[in-house]
């Protein structure tokens, strides 16, 4: 009996500090940092720092934002990427909270903005959402913010061309307990370039869904950048991310840097939270990656 109790104050204890960790990953943010080099990079005058943000669906950090501002204000930043679900796809949910933020951005350095499916199924069913994607764009769009839906913008940064591109593939390839046939093709035809990868400049692709991360690479993305996983909910040391959205058990990719020969993939743990409400060593992140000039 002592034996008993002795174990039930133990699992107790554990679900106290499980339940105090859960609410102070859901109320705070961190800043990961991440070196990016590549032969393509050769003749950079000097390195280029992008922030990457991914997922926040309407969370805000202090008011207004104001923590999560400072901290891309202080980042540095050449260049501020979105990788889509800033807000939330759902009926009646304003998207005010994200459309504050994301209105300051420009005034601290050149925002690129690739949808997330939760953009992505406010722009595809109007019947439900209205024109409420087309009110967000538009505000964005004012402000400075430059969406790129399935678009390439070509930039020079310290000397170099950088073309960023951003994917949108259809709300179909979200699906639960499935994963559409995506190949280097459908990103080739959804993003209309055909030219030989290993020529022209370094290539960023914005892609929401790491599901189809061999696809992106056999595009040609020199750096793959995504989010969508919320960093897998529960992390394991060693192992990752436990669970998608689409319900598969342990991604190969869902929240850190991976190398794959020439190539870097990034895949945010995102900023916030939307149905499970739930984050265990998983704290989210804001993405700071430099771009090294290599010699």
């Known amino acids: 009996m002592e034996l008993l109790v002795i174990f039930l104050i133990i699992i107790l204890i554990v679900v106290i500090a499980a339940a105090v960790e859960i609410h102070r ?10 070196n990016v080099s590549c032969q393509k990079l050769t003749g950079l005058r000097d390195d280029v720092t992008l922030v990457f943000l991914s997922d926040l669906h309407n969370c805000t950090y202090g008011r207004d934002n104001a923590a999560l501002l400072q901290a891309v204000r202080n980042a540095g930043a050449d260049l501020i990427l979105i990788g889509g679900d800033m807000l939330v796809g759902k009926e009646d949910t304003d998207f005010q909270p994200a459309l504050d933020l994301v209105k300051q951005l420009p005034q601290i350095a050149p925002v690129y903005y690739a949808l997330g499916n939760h953009e992505g199924r406010m722009k595809e069913d109007p019947e439900d959402y209205g024109h409420a994607y087309e009110h967000f764009k538009a505000a964005a769009e004012e402000a400075g913010v430059h969406f790129l839906e399935n678009e390439t913008a070509r930039i020079n940064c310290r000397g170099k061309d950088i073309d960023i591109s951003g994917l949108e593939l259809p709300v179909r390839t979200y699906r639960k307990f499935r994963k559409a046939a995506v190949i280097p093709e459908t990103v080739a035809d959804c993003l ?3 030219e030989n990868p290993a020529r022209g400049p370094f290539r960023i692709l914005l892609a ?15 750096l793959v950048l995504s989010g969508h996983l919320h960093g897998g909910l529960v992390r394991i040391p060693g192992l990752g991310g436990i669970v998608t959205p689409q319900g598969f058990l342990f991604p190969k990719y869902s929240g850190e840097m991976t190398r794959e020969g020439d190539r870097t993939v990034i895949v945010s743990r995102g900023l916030g939270t939307h149905t499970l409400n739930i984050r265990l060593f998983n704290m989210p992140e804001l993405i700071v990656i430099r771009l090294k000039k290599t010699l």
């Open 192 to 194: 209309r370039r055909q």
């Open 208 to 222: 929401h869904n790491p599901a189809y991360m061999d696809a992106y690479l056999g595009w040609g993305a020199d």
């Open 25 to 34: 990953e859901l109320h705070h943010f961190c800043v990961t940092e991440y």
